[in-house]
C-alpha cells in the first residue's frame, strides 16, 4: 500500500471526508471493521482538535493528513501552523468525576491515547504542528 495524503480546510465540514479517506485506508490496510471506527474517530478527534483550538475555526487555514503503512505499522500524520499544544501540560480525565459532572468536550486526547497504539506530538516551532497516530496490525 502507498502513502496517501489528504489536505482539508479547516471547518468541521471537512471531518467527514476525512474519516472517508482514513478509514478506506485502514480498510485497505487489513484492519477489521471495529478498528477501522477507532482509527478513523482517532484522526476526527485530532483533526477536530485542530480546528478549534489550534485555528479557532479560522477556515482559511489547512490540515494535511499522510498515511504511511509499513508492514505492521498504519501511520497517519496530521499536519497544521495552528496554535502550539503542549500534551505534557494536560492531566488524564477522572472518567468516573467527568460523566459525574455531565461534562462535555475535552477528552480528544485521551479518546486518541486510548483508540490507538501510539499518539505522539512533534512541535517545530514557527513552522508546524504533527501529530503522529499509530495502529498496528495484529
Known amino acids: 500500500m502507498k502513502t496517501r495524503k489528504l489536505t482539508i480546510e479547516s471547518r468541521t465540514e471537512q471531518l467527514i471526508a476525512v474519516r472517508e479517506f ?6 485497505d490496510f487489513g484492519f477489521a471493521d471495529e478498528e477501522i471506527s477507532k482509527i478513523a474517530l482517532a484522526v476526527d478527534e485530532a483533526c477536530t482538535n485542530i480546528i478549534k483550538h489550534g485555528y ?8 494535511t493528513i499522510t498515511i504511511k503503512p509499513d508492514k505492521e505499522a498504519f501511520e497517519v500524520l496530521i ?11 494536560l492531566q488524564t480525565p477522572d472518567m468516573k468525576e467527568y460523566l459525574a459532572q455531565y461534562k462535555k468536550g475535552g477528552l480528544g486526547v485521551y479518546l486518541m491515547k486510548t483508540l490507538m497504539d501510539k499518539v505522539e506530538y512533534h512541535i517545530h516551532p514557527g513552522e508546524m504542528n504533527e501529530v503522529r497516530l499509530i495502529k498496528y496490525l495484529r
Not at 479557532?56 to 490540515?63: M, V
Open 22 to 27: 482514513v478509514s478506506a485506508a485502514a480498510r
Open 79 to 89: 499536519k497544521d501552523t495552528g496554535a502550539r499544544f503542549n500534551p505534557e501540560e
Open 56 to 63: 479557532q475555526y479560522d477556515s482559511s487555514k489547512t490540515i
